[in-house]
Nanobody, 120 residues
Framework: QVQLVESGGGLVQPGGSLRLSCAAS????????MGWYRQAPGKQRELVAT????????NYALSVKGRFTISKDNVKNTVYLQMNSLKPEDTAVYYC?????????????WGKGTLVTVSS
């Protein structure tokens, strides 16, 4: 059973930093793309950043560009999200997503999320 497990969320003051991790397990395939999405209270889930597991091409939402960095460790099957200069509007539940190859069904998998609260 494929599992994505996020960690690293918590309470941080505005201007602070956090590093989220997402560890994938249970799959017999490697994800094509992994990424981070977030959902703030009363809002729809939105893309934060994605990374291609082969090649490392990244994509960021405009709201986090220059402040957040997504990275990966293929050996550990893990992706990270380094979040700097955090703002109160970054408060949300952050979800990890993995996209399986077409040959393995092409499904998207989600973690259960980790809460990030930016507040003084």
């Amino acid at each position: 059973q494929v599992q994505l497990v996020e960690s690293g969320g918590g309470l941080v003051q505005p201007g602070g930093s956090l590093r989220l991790s997402c560890a994938a397990s249970g799959s017999i395939f490697s994800f094509n793309t992994m990424g981070w999405y977030r959902q703030a209270p009363g809002k729809q889930r939105e893309l934060v950043a994605t990374i291609m597991m082969t090649g490392g091409t990244t994509n960021y939402a405009l709201s986090v560009k220059g402040r957040f960095t997504i990275s990966k460790d293929n050996v550990k099957n893990t992706v990270y999200l380094q979040m700097n200069s955090l703002k109160p509007e970054d408060t949300a539940v952050y979800y990890c997503n993995g996209l399986a190859p077409i040959a393995s069904g092409g499904m998207g998998y989600w973690g259960k999320g980790t809460l990030v609260t930016v507040s003084s």
